[in-house]
């Protein structure tokens, strides 16, 4: 298995009283494997967060490289990166952030047109949905739908514009258990059926163990 994101002594250090310099991340190595679910966990505060938004592209290292493939996304412009964002990564939040006066197609199908999707954005926003289990709930808003089946829409967003990696920030956070284990069987399927990347924050401890990565953080370093 081969790596899509590898990272070599990113440190991320942030401006503090007095002139001093808080270091979120103190010189990380580590690899993200292609096609695989790498989960990255850690208490509030360890540095996850910001951790995911260096490897998402959203935020630059104030040390170190930040590999995608071959591409150092740490040394392009915003609009480079912004780029990469748009066609090449694709983000799930804890709170799915879908537009309530849009059915679970139209939320899809809106994300299609804001990559710019050159395809059939109609078929495609169809065999999303269907390939989470919402092939019979197209045309539902979002708050005829379930906290599971509204997370289920918002993978289908995510993955619509053929992504070569997804981020979930604590996307099972605010679901109950089996829910959530539904959601990450989802996440299994994706990464063995379509080959996506997929690496997500939890605290879930029986969610880690579903991960084919585990990284443990605390206090801006990786911890056995």
Known sequence: MSDIIVTKGVKRGFPVA????????????LTIPEGALTILKGRSGSGKTTLMNILSALDLPTEGEV????LDIAKLSESDREKIRRHRIGFIFQSVALIPVMTAYENVE???RMAKYDGDRRKRAEECLKMVGLGSRL????????????????????????P???????????????????????FKELTATEGITIVMTTHDTELMKLGDKVYQLEDGELVE
């Open 164 to 186: 070569k990696v997804i981020f979930a920030d604590e996307p099972t956070a605010e679901l109950d258990t089996n829910t959530g284990l539904q959601v990450i069987k989802i």
């Open 67 to 70: 590999y995608l493939k071959d």
């Open 18 to 29: 007095g002139g001093e310099t808080f270091w979120a991340l103190k010189g990380l190595d």
């Open 139 to 162: 045309h539902h808003l979002p708050q005829e739908l379930s906290g599971g089946e509204q997370q289920r829409v918002a993978i289908a967003r995510a993955i619509a514009h053929k």
């Open 110 to 112: 809106f994300a299609l």
